[in-house]
């Protein structure tokens, strides 16, 4: 017994940490702390949100973007908004998942499937949990019959389309600056839409972002893991 033991200690020091210590530092102990700073970030503002500290300031912010209204400007910003919807974030996995099983890669597909599912799940739960009203100060363009807190195209949004990102600066890191500004970029502005329709209150759009990098994170995270597991049973096979 005492010998297997050190037989896979001995492994472990000569094949796996190596290769699994600088992901370890790079993306678990960045992963952590960022994760950290957002759940404390969230738990703040639903704090500040239910005693009512941000109302002020949120219709304040509300009122002086809805002096930016045009009938161009609807018609755009619904569009963009449409690109945050569940049917439609759900649509977009589907497609990225079929690619990728199609190219073999079937720990990001796995991921995806639980980033996407996940993420909605997660965001219904807090909704449920806060169940804050959606603000009233002008007739919307759009419908929204859910709860207000913490936005779910916001959370989704960062969830799907930044994991998607990460996929695409994996594969073609030549590319990563321009990826990453678009992919911000994109989700920026699918949560800039939800305040000029009138449907959210600034800080739900805020702590949708928090809680989604968490998901998004611990996403990212598992995908590495998953990724490294795959690559050693192919290798482990090739070789027997």
Same mark, same amino acid.
């Given at each position: 017994?005492?010998?297997?033991?050190?037989?896979l200690?001995?492994?472990?020091?000569?094949?796996?940490?190596?290769?699994?210590?600088?992901?370890?530092?790079?993306?678990?102990?960045?992963?952590?702390?960022?994760?950290?700073?957002?759940?404390?970030?969230?738990?703040?503002?639903?704090?500040?949100?239910?005693?009512?500290?941000?109302?002020?300031?949120?219709?304040?912010?509300?009122?002086? $973007?809805?002096?930016?209204? %045009?009938? !161009?400007?609807?018609? =755009?910003?619904?569009?963009?908004?449409? /690109? +945050?919807?569940?049917?439609?974030?759900?649509?977009i996995?589907?497609?990225?998942?079929?690619?990728?099983?199609?190219?073999r890669?079937?720990?990001?597909?796995?991921?995806?499937?639980?980033?996407?599912?996940?993420?909605?799940?997660?965001?219904?739960?807090?909704?449920?949990?806060?169940?804050?009203?959606?603000?009233?100060?002008?007739?919307?363009?759009?419908?929204?019959?859910?709860?207000?807190?913490?936005s779910?195209?916001?959370?989704?949004?960062?969830?799907?389309?930044?994991?998607?990102?990460?996929?695409?600066?994996?594969?073609?890191?030549?590319w990563?600056?321009? $990826?990453?500004?678009?992919? %911000?970029? !994109?989700i920026?502005? =699918?949560?800039?839409?939800?305040l000029? /329709? +009138?449907?959210?209150?600034?800080?739900?759009?805020?702590?949708?972002?928090?809680?989604?990098?968490?998901?998004?994170?611990?996403?990212?995270?598992?995908?590495?893991?998953?990724?490294?597991?795959?690559?050693?049973?192919?290798?482990?096979?090739?070789?027997?």
């Open positions: 017994m005492f010998n297997y033991t050190n037989k200690i001995q492994s472990w020091k000569e094949e796996v940490s190596p290769r699994l210590s600088p992901l370890l530092s790079l993306i678990w102990v960045g992963g952590f702390l960022i994760s950290a700073f957002s759940v404390w970030g969230f738990f703040q503002i639903a704090e500040r949100v239910f005693s009512e500290q941000t109302t002020e300031l949120d219709t304040a912010i509300l009122q002086r $973007i809805y002096e930016l209204h %045009t009938p !161009l400007l609807n018609q =755009i910003m619904t569009g963009i908004t449409f /690109l +945050g919807n569940g049917s439609t974030l759900i649509f996995s589907c497609i990225v998942m079929i690619f990728l099983l199609l190219s890669k079937f720990a990001s597909a796995f991921t995806l499937v639980i980033v996407t599912s996940g993420g909605i799940g997660l965001n219904v739960w807090l909704k449920n949990i806060f169940s804050r009203v959606r603000p009233a100060l002008w007739e919307r363009v759009v419908d929204a019959a859910s709860y207000s807190f913490p779910g195209h916001a959370m989704v949004s960062l969830v799907v389309y930044g994991f998607i990102g990460y996929l695409l600066i994996a594969n073609f890191r030549s990563s600056s321009g $990826i990453l500004f678009f992919t %911000t970029l !994109l920026l502005a =699918i949560g800039f839409s939800r000029y /329709l +009138g449907v959210h209150w600034p800080t739900d759009i805020i702590a949708g972002y928090a809680a989604g990098l968490v998901w998004l994170i611990s996403c990212i995270v598992s995908t590495e893991i998953l990724q490294f597991l795959f690559a050693r049973k192919n290798q482990e096979a090739v070789s027997d």
